[in-house]
Structure formats: structure tokens, C-alpha cells
């Protein structure tokens, strides 16, 4: 039997009736942008993560890009991030008119190497612009030592935002990410932890007066209608995904939960074969698991090996952001970014999603078994 990277249809199917009637009731209410649905998903999702606001926006790029601009961070500016993400994190830095700097990742973790970025904080690129913010990504799923990054922050006199698009409920020292920086930055894409039926993401914040201005820039920069106080975008979450989020989010953490139980199964099927590195899995339920990426210089033939057989998997990501074409502009090598620029090679994502049973688990972990058998 095929075994998908993710199944969107798994998990809807036992939402189906719930789901279909909150979106038949919205479709009756005829109030598609705003309303009770965004400000009860907004409230529900403060609270899950213990904040005072939440902003919903049309997606997790607009997040970061708002945030920036509500900060104020604009041309002449500069804002630093990990090598080793997603281009929705370096690019909205860009759409708020600053300049990415970036860093390059840990080796074990696959985030932030602080040791890096220390040097760039005291010796930036040249022609970079002044430093004022750093974004940071809790890639996979994983919390960054968030402890080390308010004090750096501090030091450097720095904002800090968090682009927990993979990190749903994940934390640190058992407080959730997305609240120690000025904002935490959700995706809501289908496929994340907790996905909507389309595009949706959100702002969270303790800022009361950032909070403001954030609501204000998702709406074209008004209080009410016909009042605007600057131009803004046009970033809001949508009604209707924002009546799906409402029926998923109680179920989040049990989704997450079923994550760990297939991370943890994966590490123990899949130990001391050579080769093959496995992820660094803490013993605590602080890691989500959106990805569970493991990392073999035969990668691309594993990734055959397996499609052969029926099973998806994923790169998650090819090309280290530096080393983009969209980027070359500048100026800076791969060898500027070695683990990032090694790993881009290496790293393959294997199917993880709550509802994949252990019997499938345990098939994929046969078979990469079996690949390593197989002399090169």
C-alpha cells in the first residue's frame, strides 16, 4: 500500500461532519471577511498559547512582513536569520523593504548556530545596513533555545521575531514559541501541524499598541472603515478557514502527540544503521514534529529506493536560502554557510502525520533498512 508523505483526507474524514456543518453555517451567516469566526478563532488560539493577541492574516509570509513593518524596520535596515529555511522567511524581510542577513545553522539541531551568528552581530557584511531585528525559525517542529536568543537579543538590542510555521504548540522550557519575542509569526497552510483549507496565518503578541498596528496594517492600514491612518495591506484571515481552524484546534494536541509517538518509533527502528543520520529527538514533548528529517549522502538514491516501493518523501529544502539565485545579489559563497550548504544534499523528510499508524512506520523503516543492505 502507498504510504503519502502527508494525508490531508486522513485527517478530515473524522472532522468531516463537524466540518461541513461550521462551514454550512457560515455560508448561511453570508459573513465572509471578519466577523465572530475570526474573533473567536483569534481568541482560542491567544489561549492556547497563553498570550494576549493574535492577529489573524491571509498567511505566514504576511506574519513576518507585518511585523517587520509594524516595527518600523524598513530600507537601510538589515535583519538576520538562519540559512536553512523556507524563502517566505528571508523574502518578507524583503517585502518590508530590509536586507537578509543570514547564518548559518547547528549541526545537530539543523537551527540557528549561535556561535555564528555572534560573529555576524559583531562584524556584519559590509554594506548590510544597520542591524535591528532577528528572525528566528524553529525549524521542524523544534524549539531554539530561546533562553540564548533573548540574551543575545539584549546584548545586541535586537527585536525579536518567531516564524513558528512548523512549531504549532512546540516549546521551550515549557513555555510555548511565539511567545518570548515582540511576535510569533503561524502558518496555517494545509499541510502544517495545524493546516487550514487553504491559505491563513497570524500574529501573536503581549504588545498591546503592536497589536493595534498590526490589525491595522492586515487592513489597509484603518481603525474602521473609510479611517485610515497610514496604507497597509490587504492581509486577512479568511472566514472560512478560520471556522475550520476553530473545529482543529482541540484536536491539536493530541495530533502532536500521535508526531512524537511516530518520531520516537522511526528512532528506534532506524538505529545504528551506517550511514544514515537520524534527527536529534528530545525526551521531553517539547518538539512537534511537523518533519522528520533524516540525513544520508545517498540521499537522492534512498528517495528512489523508496518512490519505487510506494513511499513519499520530501526535501525540505535543496538549496540553502544564500545560495538561491534570488539572492546572489549578495555577494556571499556556500562556503560561507557549510553545514546549511552541506546539508542541502543530504537532508530527506520522512512521512510523518498523525494519523499514520505504526504498521506503515514500521514498513518505511524496513525499507530503508533493506536500501542500506544494498552495496553502493
Known sequence: MPIPLIDLKAQYLPLRSKIEQTLKEVLE?????GGRRVERFEDEF??????????????GTDALAISLKALGIGSDDAVVTVANSFIATSEAITLAGARPIFVDCDPSTYLLNF????RVLKSPPPHSGRIRALIVVHLYGRALDMTRTMELAKQFNLEVIEDCAQAHLAAWKGRHVGT??????????????????????????????????????RNHGRVQKYEHKFEGVNSRLDTLQAAVLSVKLPHLAEWNQARRQHARLYS?????????????CPSDDSHVY??????TARRDELKKHLHDRGIETGIHYPI?????????????????????????DQVLSLPLYPELSPEQ??????????FFRIPK
Open 320 to 344: 540553502a536560502l544564500p545560495n538561491l539565485i534570488a539572492y546572489r545579489y549578495l555577494g556571499r559563497k556556500a562556503s560561507d554557510y557549510p553545514t546549511a550548504s552541506a546539508y542541502q
Open 180 to 217: 518570548f519575542g515582540v511576535t510569533g509569526c503561524f502558518s496555517f497552510y494545509p499541510g502544517k501541524n495545524l493546516g487550514a483549507y487553504g491559505d491563513a496565518g497570524a500574529v501573536v503578541t503581549s504588545n498591546p499598541a503592536l497589536a493595534e498596528k498590526i490589525r491595522m496594517w
Open 290 to 295: 511537523h518533519l522528520f528529517v533524516v540525513r
Open 115 to 118: 556561535d555564528h551568528l555572534e
Open 361 to 370: 512506520v514500521k514498513s518505511v523503516a524496513t525499507h530503508i533498512r533493506d
Open 46 to 59: 491567544a489561549k492556547a498559547l497563553g498570550v494576549p493577541h493574535c492577529i489573524g492574516v491571509g498567511n
Open 268 to 280: 528506534e527502528l532506524l538505529q545504528n544503521i551506517s550511514g544514515l543520520i537520524l534527527p536529534d
Open 29 to 33: 451567516e453570508g459573513v465572509f471577511i
